[in-house]
């Protein structure tokens, strides 16, 4: 049984670029939430996919923007990169129509740094 | 809004000992669910444990078991047998239930297990 994936392990980007970052739930999961972890910190609540559409999201700014496919995986993107958004984004998946919608499963995140 | 707070920064426990890690929360639901998970330097976040609010008997993973004090808003985490391979950052986090939910996460609290 895969559990969630994320690609890639580690970014690198200067400031202004756009940055996609991918991940893939557990089996029978339907669905995805984004975190950013700065350094020391615990995670924050960027947003949350189910159905292809978002569910929820923190305080994040518009550059934050997210999709999620028929086949559940999901993609996190971010424009016009600042330093500030170094940091490590984990996707955590959970299953709302499999009724354990509130226990989430973590990947092993994608490290961005920012130049 | 919910908060959860993880007041020690850093704790260290020698093997075998026992240790436990506090975590106090404030929230004006009364039904949640609560964690606690286990970041190790590689990274990728592991749930330790889970309890969920109505349930008044404290969840037990093995070595691992909760003091959850509702009316105190408290959720402390057991570690006996402490063993190496249970140095990690530990995050208390926490999720209303109903609807679609985020999880709110603490600051951490910073484990080394001394051989």
């Known amino acids: 049984d895969a559990g969630v994936t994320q690609s890639p392990t580690h970014l690198i980007k200067t400031r202004g670029q756009q940055v996609t970052l991918r991940c893939s739930p557990k089996s029978g999961h339907d669905t995805v939430s984004w975190y950013q972890q700065a350094l020391g910190q615990g995670p924050q609540f960027i947003f949350q996919y189910y159905e292809e559409e978002e569910r929820q999201r923190g305080n994040f700014p518009d550059r934050f923007s997210g999709h999620q496919f028929p086949n559940y995986s999901s993609e996190l993107n971010v424009n016009a990169l600042l330093l500030g958004d170094s940091a490590l984004y984990l996707c955590?998946?959970?299953?709302?129509?499999?009724?354990?919608?509130?226990?989430?499963?973590f990947g092993p995140g994608t490290r961005l740094t920012v130049l | 809004a919910q908060t959860v707070t993880q007041s020690q920064p850093e704790m260290s426990v020698q093997e075998a000992e026992t240790v436990t890690l506090s975590c106090t929360y404030d929230?004006?639901?009364?039904?949640?669910?609560l964690f606690w998970y286990k970041q190790p330097p590689s990274r990728q976040m592991i749930l330790v444990i889970r309890?969920?609010?109505?349930?008044?008997q404290n969840a037990t993973e093995n070595r691992f078991s909760v003091n959850f004090q509702k009316a105190a808003k408290s959720f402390s985490l057991k570690i006996s047998d402490s063993q190496l391979g249970d140095t990690a950052m530990y995050f208390c986090?926490?999720?209303?239930?109903?609807?679609?939910?985020?999880?709110?996460f603490g600051t951490g609290t910073k484990l080394q297990v001394i051989p």
């Open positions: 955590a998946s959970s299953s709302w129509s499999g009724g354990s919608y509130y226990t989430q499963y």
């Open positions: 929230t004006s639901e009364n039904n949640y669910y």
């Open positions: 309890q969920e609010a109505y349930k008044q």
């Open positions: 986090a926490f999720i209303p239930s109903g609807g679609y939910q985020k999880v709110t």
